[in-house]
């Protein structure tokens, strides 16, 4: 059974970082990329970003870039979201999920697993 774990959220004040992390195991064999989502309070969710596990391709939302940074651990089976210069408006639930797609990647639709997500919250 596939099965994604977030860990790493917490509070912090504007300007500080976080990691979050993806504990993977047993993904689908032809699982292509492993995203990151995020969902504020009333608000839909929302992609953020994503990466190939063959070959370490990324793709990012414009509102992240230059401030989070997705990577892998193959050998540990996790991925992970480095997150600096946060803002009040990250604040939300950060998920992951993984993805069997090819080309379509930043859809929540494209991706079949998820897990239960971890609160991010951002003090202004």
């Known amino acids: 059974q596939v099965h994604l774990a977030e860990s790493g959220g917490g509070l912090v004040q504007t300007g500080g970082s976080l990691r979050l992390s993806c504990a993977t195991s047993?993904?689908?064999?032809?699982?292509?990329?492993v995203g990151w989502f995020r969902q504020a309070l009333g608000k839909e969710r929302q992609f953020i970003t994503t990466?190939?596990?063959?070959?370490?391709?990324?793709y990012y939302v414009d509102d992240v870039k230059g401030r989070f940074t997705i990577s892998r651990d193959i050998a540990a089976n996790t991925v992970y979201l480095q997150m600096n210069n946060l803002k009040p408006e990250d604040t939300a639930v950060y998920y992951c999920?993984?993805?069997?797609?090819?080309?379509?990647?930043?859809?929540?639709?494209?991706?079949?697993?998820w897990g239960q997500g971890t609160q991010v919250s951002v003090s202004s």
């Open positions: 047993r993904l689908h064999p032809k699982t292509n990329y």
């Open positions: 999920a993984a993805s069997t797609r090819y080309n379509v990647y930043y859809s929540t639709t494209a991706y079949d697993y």
């Open positions: 990466i190939q596990l063959n070959g370490g391709t990324t």
